[in-house]
């Protein structure tokens, strides 16, 4: 599902709300999370999932074009982890 599938979804559910509204709402919620995850700090959405940020540490690694070693720099990646309920629903 896209994002513009998922303003259209969420739009048709709530009628009180044009798709302007919904695209609105959808994209301030992303940045939402985003803006937390940049602060450092975690994001819970219940019966979802969680969002966080994980730090890969510093490595080394090969070209695969050349097989020459090469320092993977340390960095900060986003890590969802599903929520319960999710999982429930997505394993019957």
Same mark, same amino acid.
Request: hydrophobic share 40%.
């Given at each position: 599902m896209t994002k513009s599938e998922l303003i259209e979804a969420v739009s048709q559910k709530l009628n009180n709300f044009t798709k302007k509204d919904m695209e609105l709402i959808v994209n301030? &919620?992303?940045e939402s999370i985003k803006d937390a995850l940049a602060r450092g700090e975690?994001? !819970? &959405?219940r019966g979802f999932g969680s969002f966080r940020v994980k !730090?890969?540490?510093e490595r080394n690694g090969r070209n695969p074009r050349t097989g020459e !070693? &090469?320092?993977i720099e340390s960095k900060k990646i986003p890590f969802f982890r599903v929520g319960k309920e999710l999982r429930d629903r997505l394993n019957k």
């Open positions: 301030s &919620i992303f975690k994001v !819970e &959405i !730090e890969r540490r !070693e &090469i320092k």
